[in-house]
């Protein structure tokens, strides 16, 4: 039903919205209060023997559970964390808050850890003609436009492959990235790599939306056709 990347050619956005959109997805994001936190130690050996993840997804609200216990930031930007107590992490990214707690626990407690951290309530929201529409969570650094869409079941038949956009950034002022996916082309644009609280929207096609005018057009009309029938009969 979509012509996918078939045509060629440079996308009609200007060159300064791509080089703001550089493609750190969400590598670059500044860990804020309320944020939770994923941290375990690598080298506790019961994370490869014992312990598994799993992910469960039901009506596009994918769950991750994985490895590792869970902590939420307080509004002074501190998360407690067992025996070295309260860390400030606000402002870092998920790299220098790994570093620091990493550094924090080498000092007093543990011998040569390895912490690995993630922030698990990143997530993305896709509306409109996507197979299932809601909240889908970013569970790595770098996730593209195309790899969401396929998470969340692929485009409708309805859905319109040159009007995909991408709302980003303040609410109050958002950016909007249009994307056209008919152009092999945006496979490479920087701007695909998704970040926290994008709303991805995908519109419907001119073609689909006059076949539903026309249907509620004959919706209408039938019975109207099918009164005056009877009366002249």
Same mark, same amino acid.
């Given at each position: ?23 750190? &997805? ?50 002074? &930007? ?7 107590? %309260? ?6 990214? %998920? ?38 529409? &809601? ?55 920087? %701007? ?42």
């Amino acid at each position: 039903q979509q012509l996918l990347f078939k045509e060629r050619g440079p996308n009609p956005d200007s060159l300064s919205a791509v080089l703001k959109n550089s493609g750190n &997805g969400t590598s670059d994001y500044r860990i804020r209060s309320q944020d939770i936190l994923q941290i375990r130690n690598l080298q506790n050996i019961k994370y490869i023997v014992e312990e598994t993840p799993t992910s469960t997804s039901n009506s596009g609200n994918t769950t991750i559970s994985q490895q590792g216990q869970t902590y939420q930031v307080e509004d002074d &930007g501190n998360v407690a964390l067992p025996v070295i107590g %309260r860390v400030h992490v606000e402002g870092l990214t %998920r790299a220098e808050a790994m570093k620091l707690i990493e550094g924090d626990y080498r000092k007093d407690v543990l011998k040569d850890p390895i912490i690995d951290l993630r922030i698990i309530n990143l997530k993305v929201t896709l509306l409109g003609e996507v197979k299932t529409q &809601g909240n889908f969570p970013l569970v790595k650094d770098k996730t593209s436009l195309i790899e969401m869409i396929g998470e969340a079941g692929g485009l409708t038949e309805k859905a319109n492959e040159k009007n995909i956009k991408i709302i980003r950034g303040d609410p109050k002022n958002p950016q909007i990235t249009e994307v056209d996916l008919s152009k092999t082309g945006t496979l490479a644009d920087p %701007r695909l790599i998704l970040q926290n609280n994008d709303i991805i929207y995908i519109a419907q096609s001119k073609r689909a939306a006059k076949n539903d005018q026309l249907q509620n057009f004959n919706t209408t009309v039938q019975p109207l056709l099918l009164i005056m029938n009877t009366a002249l009969i």
